[in-house]
């Protein structure tokens, strides 16, 4: 079984600054690795998907990860954000035979000009 | 078309009530899923369709009843609910089973009263 933490639940943010998202996974397998962003009253769509080769993965809006296997971390990072990045942010895991997305806990970040 | 269409966005039902839940895909994905989130949580699997058949129920009590009629459409029969059953509900397909990227609905966001 897999598990993920996200070691922070709300990361406050002023405008154009960066911001860091800390995501911790626990695996005995070799695993996927997502994160998801959820605005409010919506579902959730996918930033960005780590599943081989570069460690550091690319995504929309901005976004970047980078798969750190000995640290068993994947951690979200943009290096400006913007009003419009105010959401609730989860990092998923899944083992290779697929079918079920364990979800962290959610870290809520909230943008201020 | 990368949609997964949710119907309805808001469903108030009575504990006697009989109603359900649709999600649509037409990106030609074999798997589709019910998750429930409820308010600041993380999504929680419930029924995994694989090829048009129920593959995986994450315990779910009976008074919810999974449908897959075809390989575009999935149903949620709701009876009995009680009114800790009050979440968001999403539903998410991916190409096949081994989920190298899900896509999710708007979500129902189902109030029992």
């Known amino acids: 079984a897999q598990s993920v933490t996200q070691l922070d639940s709300q990361v406050p943010v002023f405008e154009e600054a960066p911001v860091e998202l800390r995501c911790n996974y626990s695996s005995s397998v070799s695993v996927y690795l997502f994160w998801y962003v959820q605005y409010p009253n919506q579902g959730l769509q996918l930033l960005l998907k780590y599943l081989s080769g570069s460690t550091l993965v690319k995504g929309i809006n901005g976004f970047e990860a980078e798969f750190n296997k000995s640290q068993t971390s994947f951690h979200l990072r943009k290096p400006s954000v913007h009003i419009s990045d105010t959401a609730e942010y989860f990092c998923?895991?899944?083992?290779?035979?697929?079918?079920?997305?364990?979800f962290g806990a959610g870290t809520t970040v909230t943008v201020r000009a | 078309d990368t949609e997964v269409t949710q119907t309805p966005k808001h469903l108030v039902m009575g504990m006697t009530n009989k109603k359900s839940l649709k999600c649509e895909q037409h990106?030609?994905?074999?798997?589709m899923y019910w998750y429930k989130q409820k308010a600041k949580k993380p999504p929680e699997l419930m029924f995994v369709y694989s090829y048009e058949k129920l593959s995986i129920n994450e315990s779910v009590p009976s008074r919810f009843s999974p449908e897959c009629p075809n390989s575009s459409l999935l149903n949620l029969h709701l009876h009995a609910l009680q009114p800790e059953d009050s979440a968001l509900y999403l539903c998410?397909?991916?190409?096949?089973?081994?989920?190298?990227?899900?896509?999710f609905g708007q979500g129902t966001r189902l109030t029992v009263v």
């Open positions: 998410a397909s991916s190409q096949d089973q081994v989920l190298l990227e899900a896509f």
């Open positions: 998923a895991v899944s083992d290779l035979r697929g079918y079920k997305l364990s």
């Open positions: 990106m030609g994905h074999r798997a």
